[in-house]
Structure formats: C-alpha cells, structure tokens
C-alpha cells in the first residue's frame, strides 16, 4: 500500500527539541519531504532529502532517514511558539515526480 | 522562488452551481500540476494531476465530471467543482514542482463551502 504515516500530535515546551517520526512505504521513493501548514494555509516546503543521503542539517532542521527501516524524522531544535502547526512528511513512490503521497500530518503545539 | 499563486482563497456558493478554482505558476513554467483535498484534521489526498494540453490524470475514486480539469497554458490549470454538493466542502490545493530537486511548491489553498 501506500500509507505514509505519522504520530498525530506532538507537545513540546518552547526552547526544547521537537522531533517528529514518519515511516514511509516505497523504497523507491527518490526524494523525501517536510511540509508545514500552519491553520488555513497552504504547505510551505520545508526541507528535502534525497535518498542516497543519511542525513540534511538546514539551520533548527535535522533530517534523518533511515532507509533499512524505510522512517524519516525532523528535528527541529530549540522550538519556538511560531512552530506551532502540522508538519506532512511526503514521499514521491517510484522515483517519479509526478505525485506526492503525503503522510496523515503531526499536529506541533509549542507551549511557552 | 517559485511561486504558485491559487485563486480564490476563500468561496462559499450554493447547492448545485459551479465553482472555478485557478493555480498559477508565477515566475516558471509547469507542464504539469496537481490539485488535492484536504478534509478537515486529514491529510491531502491527491485528486488528479493535470497535463498541460491534454486530459488530466484522475486518481480512483475521483468523478471526472464532477472535478473538472483544464491545463490550458504553461502557466495555469483551473479545478472546476461542477453542480457542487455540500459533501464537496473542503480546501482544496494545487502544485507544482519547478524541477525534480527543488521541491513541490504549493498554492495557498481554497477553502469551498457549499450551503
């Protein structure tokens, strides 16, 4: 099948380290994805990773993959109240670009 | 950046009227873009991709007459919501990918409500 999945809600404090897991299912998939949507928007393109990498630092963001375990994390390092939204992991199977398959989103709460 | 303009944001219209929804590839060119929905506390689920000058790609379970799609230039594919129904209430999102390693660049969304 092609279930992306993830936690559906995390809770940090502010200044703390969020980390948010997804496990994906084509092994396949050449490019993996971090979306964010904050309330009523759109999806604002976080951080990729191509599959022949282990891991992406970009500023606060850590992208770690696993590819074994098929499992993608995002690190985010000390949180801030602005992270606050759903963060869609999103794989693209087959190597093609010409569809994402998004994961069920974790809702991010940063609490001051 | 690439930027994907959608519009409008926000339309609310009646039980069985139409409804067009625009996405625009502001400064690249996109042969192909693709529309999704969004229920509520749900993830996006891919409707269709279209193709510009030929007929779009419907994912299963997507009524083709319902959703229509037209990818009439380079730079704009329109989703019109035929004889809308209020179960079609929903945000709706497009997007495009400017090239492979970039990254899919996503519309602001449009949020359809049908009383």
């Known amino acids: 099948g092609e279930d992306v999945e993830q936690s559906l809600f995390l809770s940090v404090r502010e200044g703390d380290s969020s980390v948010i897991n997804c496990t994906y299912t084509d092994s396949s998939s050449t490019y993996l994805y971090w979306y964010k949507q904050e309330p009523g928007a759109g999806l604002q393109l976080l951080t990729y990773?191509?599959?022949?990498?282990d891991m992406k630092q970009d500023q606060r963001l850590t992208v770690l993959l696993n590819k074994k375990d098929k499992h993608l994390s995002l690190r985010i390092a000390d949180t801030q109240t602005g992270d606050s939204a759903i963060y869609f992991c999103a794989e693209s199977p087959g190597g093609a670009t010409n569809k994402l398959i998004f994961g069920t989103g974790t809702l991010l709460a940063v609490q001051p | 950046g690439a930027v994907v303009s959608q519009h409008p944001s926000r339309v609310i219209c009646k039980s069985g009227t139409s409804v067009k929804i625009e996405c625009r590839s502001l400064?690249?060119?996109?042969?192909?873009m693709f529309w999704y929905r969004q229920f509520p506390k749900k993830s996006l689920m891919l409707m269709a991709t279209?193709?510009?000058?030929?007929?779009?790609?419907?994912e299963q379970g997507v009524e083709k007459d319902k959703f229509l799609i037209n990818h009439a230039s380079l730079t704009l594919s329109t989703l019109t919501v035929t004889s809308a129904h209020p179960e079609d209430s929903s945000f709706y999102i497009c997007?495009?990918?400017?090239?492979?390693?970039?990254?899919?660049?996503f519309g602001s969304g449009t949020r359809l409500t049908v009383v």
């Open positions: 279209s193709n510009e000058g030929s007929k779009a790609t419907y």
């Open positions: 400064d690249f060119q996109a042969t192909t």
């Open positions: 997007s495009a990918n400017p090239r492979q390693s970039y990254g899919y660049t």
């Open positions: 990773i191509f599959s022949n990498m």
